[in-house]
């Protein structure tokens, strides 16, 4: 990968994490069949990719490394805070797969999971994402509470020093 496009793909990277801290907001039930929305803020994890090349695998914590070249199959591996006030109230973890370093804005195009551990259950999402700022994924099931959940989810990264962002899931009844 040409290094101009490598420190592109490393600066975005750092925001690539699925979970984190809370810009505040209460769930909102609307009652029976309707929509169901959770809002947290996030705090993002430190940068962690699994580089996987032709030498083996090597651990990657710093997106500005000078050897970040991303490409198919590396991960992404992120366990972050889930906030409401500023007080953290869940977590989420889980891993991005690259599936193509392509010629385009934004350069990566990858394959998520994430599991969210909220106080009366979990809930899991998966999807195609890429490294923008905004990733929209699906709800694809959960415990507890969120037993038979589905819907979607938006990670929105901030982009701002302190490393966070919004998580908005939509739940939608049936």
Do not use: W
Not at 30 to 59: I, K, N, W
Not at 106 to 116: D, G
Not at 130 to 140: D, G, Y
Request: with cysteine; aromatic share 4%.
């Amino acid at each position: 990968m040409r290094k101009p496009l490598a420190a592109a793909v490393a600066a975005v990277l750092g925001a690539v994490a699925l979970t984190g801290a809370s810009v505040g907001g209460d769930s909102v039930d609307r009652g029976r069949g309707h929509d169901r929305t959770l809002t947290f803020d996030v705090q993002f994890s430190g940068f962690f990719l699994l580089d996987f090349g032709p030498d083996g695998v090597r651990e990657v914590t710093s997106i500005t490394d000078p050897d970040l070249s991303p490409s198919r199959g590396d991960q992404i591996v992120f366990e972050d805070a889930l906030l409401r006030g500023g007080r953290e109230v869940g977590a989420g973890g889980g891993t991005c797969t690259v599936t193509a370093v392509v010629p385009a804005d934004p350069p990566l195009a990858l394959a998520c999971q994430v599991s969210y551990q909220l106080p009366d259950g979990q809930i899991t999402a998966q999807g195609r994402a890429s490294n923008a700022p905004v990733k929209t994924l699906a709800v694809v099931g959960g415990t507890g509470r969120y037993v038979g959940a589905s819907g979607e989810l938006v990670l929105t990264e901030l982009g701002n020093e302190e490393n966070t962002g919004r998580l908005v899931i939509t739940l939608t009844r049936r």
